[in-house]
């Protein structure tokens, strides 16, 4: 369902060139569909009927974004599919970032990083993607003790101490002494 809606949504943003702006609205509307979960569960709630709905997006909702994501969410909510909001949004930011050639990429170190180690990061994937540009998310975990781990998309790179000893207890315990 969320794909249907998305594709439409991405497919209006690349023929009328404004993939920028309902990207910006689009990551907006989506933290607050995540994070009000009051505004959910009125736009959900089954004694609200479909009129009422659409108001509430034009009203509240379309003073904020531009005309073309207000049809996109009244049009959703006429056919009553309000729920997949949020999954359409992160299906359309996905694919615009598809689009654009923006990564994302979710490193995990055993301390914070400074500024000089974050941009040295970001280089580094840069060089070693096909992305043009890579958004970050970095997170402490303590318990790597050293190396970090990177995943982007479904890969993997794990060069933390403690994957190394993990790999080194595994290769111990299968010598029979």
């Given at each position: 369902m969320e794909a249907t809606y998305g594709e439409a949504l991405y497919e209006l943003a690349v023929s009328n060139n404004i993939t920028d702006g309902l990207y910006e609205e689009a990551v907006v509307l989506l933290d607050i569909f995540e994070t009000d979960s009051e505004l959910m569960a009125l736009l959900n709630h089954p004694k609200?009927?479909?009129?009422?709905?659409?108001?509430?997006?034009?009203?509240?909702?379309?003073?904020?974004?531009?005309?073309?994501?207000?049809?996109?969410?009244?049009?959703?909510?006429?056919?009553?599919?309000?729920?997949?909001?949020?999954?359409?949004?992160?299906?359309?930011?996905?694919?615009?970032?598809?689009?654009?050639?923006?990564?994302?990429?979710?490193?995990?170190?055993?301390?914070?990083?400074?500024?000089?180690?974050?941009?040295?990061?970001?280089?580094?994937?840069?060089?070693?993607?096909d992305y043009s540009q890579i958004d970050i998310n970095y997170n402490v975990d303590e318990s790597l003790i050293g190396g970090m781990v990177i995943r982007i998309g479904d890969r993997v790179i794990d060069s933390s101490i403690k994957h190394k000893l993990a790999d080194l207890t595994r290769m111990l315990n299968k010598i029979d002494v």
């Open positions: 609200i009927v479909r009129e009422d709905r659409i108001s509430i997006i034009e009203n509240s909702i379309g003073k904020f974004v531009s005309k073309e994501m207000t049809g996109f969410l009244v049009t959703i909510a006429e056919k009553d599919r309000c729920r997949y909001i949020p999954a359409t949004l992160k299906f359309f930011i996905d694919r615009i970032k598809e689009y654009k050639e923006i990564g994302t990429a979710y490193v995990t170190t055993p301390y914070e990083l400074s500024d000089a180690m974050k941009s040295k990061v970001e280089k580094r994937l840069l060089e070693t993607t």
